[in-house]
């Protein structure tokens, strides 16, 4: 089994409506982040979570919020969506004892908002 | 502040060449420097890492990577590439509290 889980995986939505994606990972990280991918931009990071009590806004969270329902557990929130947050969506994760070690990513959630 | 560039989106080499792959970075502190694959449709593979040990890094895969500090480098190379090698490649630095700064990638195209 997949040790970061990313749900859906594909998503395809209408310019206003609320989008809920979900992380959820089995590596007992205490750090999550989330991502979105563009063509030629490479990822940027949208929010990232040092732990349950612990969240912080990354380079371009507007339009976005999170939920850090449990240390296994992340979610990503577009209140209403719009076409310009068409993207691929990561989840990553890393353990604070690695100070900064590497980071481990979920396979990815694609949206598209029409 | 920490960043890192990645010359470059596109690379084609023939099956059999070196692949080399560049990557420059910019840090406030002793940087942690990564290189990931992405290949399509999945997510993102760490290839190796720099950690401030052995400036030679060797990763899986045949990859391995010199780290410069005098030309703030960290080049991905591979003596001989194999079809297989197509994908998206990723330079990263770690800063501060984990967080980390992506280059924009470089897509590797091998010509059989």
Redesign the interface.
């Known amino acids: 089994d997949a040790d970061v889980t990313q749900t859906p995986r594909n998503r395809i939505t209408k310019t206003g409506k609320r989008i809920m994606l979900e992380c959820s990972q089995t590596k007992g990280h205490d750090r999550m982040y989330w991502y979105r991918q563009d063509p030629g931009l490479g990822l940027q990071l949208i929010y990232y979570s040092f732990d349950v009590k612990d969240i912080n806004k990354g380079e371009i969270s507007d339009g976005y919020s999170v939920s850090r329902q449990a240390q296994a557990k992340f979610s990503l929130s577009l209140e209403s969506a719009i076409p310009n947050q068409t993207a691929l969506y990561f989840c990553a994760t890393s353990d604070s004892s690695g100070r900064r070690d590497e980071q481990f990513f979920g396979p990815g959630t694609r949206l598209t908002v029409l | 502040a920490q960043s890192v560039t990645q010359l470059g989106?596109h690379v084609s080499v023939s099956e059999g060449a070196l692949v080399l792959l560049r990557c420059n970075y910019s840090s406030s502190v002793p940087p942690?420097l990564?290189w990931?694959v992405q290949y399509p449709n999945?997510?993102?593979?760490?290839l190796l890492?720099y950690?401030s040990a052995a400036t030679l890094v060797k990763g899986i895969n045949g990859f391995e990577a010199e780290f410069k500090k005098s030309e703030t480098s960290f080049h991905l190379t591979k003596p001989s590439a194999h079809m297989s090698d197509a994908a998206e490649y990723?330079c990263a630095v770690?800063?501060?509290?984990?967080?980390?700064y992506?280059?924009?990638?470089t897509s590797l195209t091998v010509i059989p």
């Open positions: 989106s942690y990564f990931y999945q997510g993102l593979q760490l890492k950690t990723f770690s800063g501060n509290g984990n967080q980390f992506f280059g924009t990638g």
